[in-house]
């Protein structure tokens, strides 16, 4: 027979108990046992485990309590942690920068008056709700001063930065959080494209502001429904088809996706991507013979409109009169005043409370740029004449070119007034007019197939009923152009507010009928570029 407490908590040398090594004698077994249980040793060892029971123990009350602590500071870093987390995906979500210019020093923060940037921002809000984030927040203050101080005593020999001090709010955080975000997104996307079995890449390259070239990698697969995602921005050193293969390769095995599960690839007609040998698609076939290539029927239609906003001068003189218009009164703020007290006159208070039209400037890489200046413009085609921009900016200019103040002094100086002259002046041109309303017609014909195409969720089938729809339609009006000269030479009907003088007397709407001249050549050259829109859409399957 033993005892336990004597076992556990007695001294080795300490007491001649026989319970330390085991008593046997069982005829007087009551007897010794009411010897050990008063006996010292038996007393120690009891009170030695009644201490270990309450903590009294000083060494074991310390570890005890150091090991609480620290669970609980653990916890706490986890909470902040998470509000971290929480404020990355948030500035991801809605495509912000993270980082300021200044002032991203822990230190600074105590100062409301600068900016520290989106992230940092959006935790000091945070902290003025979250007791947990403010008293974090104060800490690492007060920690990341201290060591300001300690440096500026030690003249700047000591190491900079901050240290030892973890704050989880530093660049570095954030850019693990990234970082592991990035590889999560990644990894449920190459588990999608595994299991649906197949994938066909979309691929690009562009220069940035920094003036890299950057190749968009973009995997397009079904599930359930139809997904396309930006797997990668690679930094593209060599614009040649086999560098672009390779560059492909190896991101589809960083996400551990078959190559030869491609079944197709889509870019835009550039050599590099098209070359029958050494072109993007060719090494692309040797690596997954299955694909086939899809030239961006999207990017097709644009390349289309483009040549023929191009063919002949008077498409050219549109194109640049409507640039030049948008530029000449959005260049300067009392021009666009002007402006836009015609517009108010003449838009609906319906209209304007939806959305206030304004000028748009052409772009040589936004397509659609050149739609939206006519019709905003002209309005559209077969459509509301009100509201359109036409009118408001023939007035405008005329104000600008006729303005005198009180004194009788132009208001604007001899070169202003000479653009907004001859800017008037072509736009009552009847070539613009009629050229801006054929073009209005083609807009009006091929815009919804424009948006389609770069839909993410579009459908084949109903791509080529679409294009076939358009291309009849093209053919119809290839040749009627009675419907642009009456829409042209037809005054409408605009109710401009009574209560609201127009400011320049006498001036009407007698613009629609000034320097008319129709011209037979005119029309014959508007008919070869409508018959060259028909063959580019042939050649491009369109």
Known sequence: MFCSYCLAFGGDGEGNTPFLRGMKDWRHVHQRISEHETSGHHGRSTEAFHRYQSSEDVSTAVGSRMLSARKVQ??????????????????GKRGLSYRGKEFEAAYTLCNKDVDHGNFLEILLLL??????????????TEA???RRRALELQSGRGKQGRGRMVSLISKTTVNRIISVITTMIKTEISKEVQEAGMFSVHLDTTQDISVADQCSIILRYVTDRVHERLVSLKNCTSTTGKAICDLL???????NIDVKTCVGNSTDGAGNMQGEYEGFNAHLSEVAPLQVHVWCYSHVLNLVFVSTTQVNTESVTLFG?????????????????????????????ELLEKIKKTLVSLSKTRFWAKEKALINLFGQYDGDPVKSLYVPLILTLEKISTCRDSKGRCVFNNDIRYQATTLKNSLLSFR???TAH?????????????TYLQTSRMDILQTQRMVATTTESLKKIQRGFEDVGSTVTTPPDFPVKKSTPLGVPSISFCFFFCNLSKSAKLVENLQKMLKLTICLGRKSSF
């Open 249 to 255: 390769c190896d991101e589809l095995d960083e996400l």
């Open 74 to 91: 653990i916890m706490e870093c986890r909470k902040v942690l998470c509000r971290i987390i929480e404020t990355v995906k948030l500035i």
């Open 438 to 450: 054929v073009y209005l017609r083609l807009f009006s014909r091929t815009s919804r197939l424009s």
């Open 144 to 146: 990341s001063e201290r």
């Open 321 to 349: 009169v409507v640039n030049s218009v948008a530029n000449f009164v959005r260049e300067s703020y009392k021009r666009m005043d002007v402006f836009s007290n015609y517009r108010d006159m003449f838009q609906s208070q």
């Open 127 to 140: 902290a003025t709700f979250d007791p947990l984030l403010k008293s974090h927040l104060e800490k690492v």
């Open 432 to 434: 613009t007019l009629l």
